[in-house]
């Protein structure tokens, strides 16, 4: 008789979905994931949150081990080596590499996946960080802007002496693939930070949108130093910025984008780029183009980068620079959802559209 009672007290209790239990939708599981050299956080919701966010962890590993510059064994390393060889590529690195050609085609070259060698040479790639002589920089330069990629039914082959690194583009191309795995598994919403890449799926619990913080490149041994909040849904926002990743010599700092026109750390007077787009159906695979975009409109400054987004007639997107001289400018497009943050000491300016 007890035994009944509370059964059918239990079973009430599952119908009304009263005595605290969890909103199916708002049962979350987080995991960090350190992959393609950076410190990444993935929170999924839902039912089936945990199995969600450990398929995305998957996909970005499996994704590490073919596109990897490092790894030896991936498939990057292996046409790397294959001193112009013919070599059979699967489908991800068939993808992006003729999202590189289009995306070095559109930015006149701004974007160039064949930057490797010069990667290198400035030691980015391997940690070695060193200033080359110029004449190294105009020799490997001729590598760079003489990027050729044969492409056969048997496979592709770089051009002699050539390499690529995908770092411009991998992560973004690994955001588009986790949309996949989150519709898959009914995710209804999750906040994935690639580093530098946001993926805000969906809303927050709630309702709503995502608060996604632009890091303020002034203040970066700051936590949560941020220059101004976007608040966004089913987006992506990636950011470039010369404060990820640089080195200092002789009192001068040398960061990780190469203009392939100089060979050198660009010096386009911005100090990052963040390309907003939507995530939601149609939108392809926006945030691989978010993140090809970053890269090439840091580099090309911020005019360019803007008569570049007014002619643009791909998928549409937003931008925000911040520049060396103290400005954020946003498009017009996020003018209700960017807030600058007044301690930063920043100015905010909306781009002419
Ligand atoms: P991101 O953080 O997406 O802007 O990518 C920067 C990374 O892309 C660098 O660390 C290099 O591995 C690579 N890279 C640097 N310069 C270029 C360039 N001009 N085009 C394509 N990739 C680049
Ligand atoms: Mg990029």
Redesign the pocket.
Known sequence: MKRLTAYVLLLALLLTGCGGSVDPDEAQESIQVIAMDTAMLITTYGERSPAAAYACEDTIRDLEAKLS?TDPDSEVSRLNAAGGAVLEVGEDLGVLLDAAAYYQFTTGG????A??PL?SAWG??EDHFRVPSQEEISGLLKLVNGFSLQQTPEGVALGPGQSI?L???A??YAADKIVQVLQEYEVPRANINLG??VLAYGTRPGGAPWRVGIQDPKRTDEPNAFAGVLELEDSFA?T??GY??YFEENGKRYH?????ATGYP?DSGLASVTVVADCGEGSGLSGMMC??L???L??MGEETALDFRRNWSGLPFELVLITEDGRVVATGGLADRFTLDESSGYTYEEAAS
């Open positions: 510059r701004a974007f160039n996946i930057i490797a990667a980015f790639t690194d770092g411009a583009i992560k973004g530098g890449n990636v470039s910025g990820q990743r990780h984008i190469l203009d392939p660009a993140d090809a970053s890269t090439a840091f580099i």
